[in-house]
């Protein structure tokens, strides 16, 4: 079974849409982040949700908006998508949000806007 | 701020042993990760230390010295699938990543 999932895997898309991604976790874990990893392989946050609460919200840009349904899932949404955003995004998820657990990262999703 | 750094890139034959080593300078610390991240892959947890000292973990061992802001990760009995980035991350009730040390082992 698989303890982090992200759909979809690979997302090419034009300057100006809006996407999502969507991420799940079967661990029971009550946090949930979000990552960027660009070209140079830099790993990022973006956000951390705890128990459905925002709890870590970076500097990033509004048009990224995460949104968490439950503790177990969280999705990113981007809107009008600029070519800059073409990156790896991991979610990720521990058993709480203090920094002091293993967190447990989904398979990412490569987003290419071109 | 952030600083946490590490070497680039590093090489290794098979059977060697290779210590990749990681400086931060972080507005707060409450621990050091490594994670080990082959390419296209998501980044696995490796080790965690919280106080200074050598955490051994099979063939991978994790140092820490708080008062030195440094950590090494060193790897021994190279394999070849140990070919991966290796990242640094300092707990500062949020994890911040160094850049990633990509290490080779060749045969």
């Known amino acids: 079974d698989t303890a982090v999932s992200q759909t979809p895997k690979y997302l090419v898309t034009q300057m100006g849409n809006d996407k999502s991604i969507k991420c799940e976790q079967n661990?029971?874990?009550?946090?949930m982040y979000w990552y960027k990893q660009d070209s140079k392989k830099f790993l990022k946050i973006m956000f951390s949700?705890?128990?459905?609460?925002?709890?870590i919200n970076e500097t990033v840009p509004n048009r990224f908006s995460p949104k968490s349904p439950d503790k177990a899932h969280l999705n990113l949404h981007i809107n009008s998508l600029e070519l800059g955003d073409s990156a790896v995004y991991f979610c990720?998820?521990?058993?709480?949000?203090?920094?002091?657990?293993?967190?447990?990262f989904g398979p990412g999703t490569r987003l290419t806007v071109t | 701020g952030q600083n946490i750094d590490q070497p680039t890139e590093m090489t290794a034959t098979e059977g060697a042993i290779v210590q990749i080593n990681c400086t931060y300078q972080t507005s707060g610390f409450n621990g050091l990760f490594w994670y080990q991240q082959h390419a296209g892959e998501a980044p696995t947890f490796l080790s965690y230390?919280?106080?200074?000292g050598l955490e051994e973990k099979g063939r991978f061992s994790s140092f820490l010295s708080r008062s030195k802001g440094y950590s090494y990760l060193l790897l021994k009995e190279l394999q070849m699938k140990d070919s991966a980035s290796y990242l640094c991350?300092?707990?500062?009730?949020?994890?911040?990543f160094g850049a990633g040390t990509t290490v080779t082992v060749r045969a």
């Open positions: 991350a300092v707990n500062d009730y949020k994890l911040s």
């Open positions: 230390n919280v106080l200074d």
């Open positions: 949700y705890n128990n459905k609460e925002l709890i």
């Open positions: 990720a998820s521990s058993p709480r949000g203090t920094g002091s657990y293993e967190q447990y």
């Open positions: 661990l029971g874990h009550d946090t």
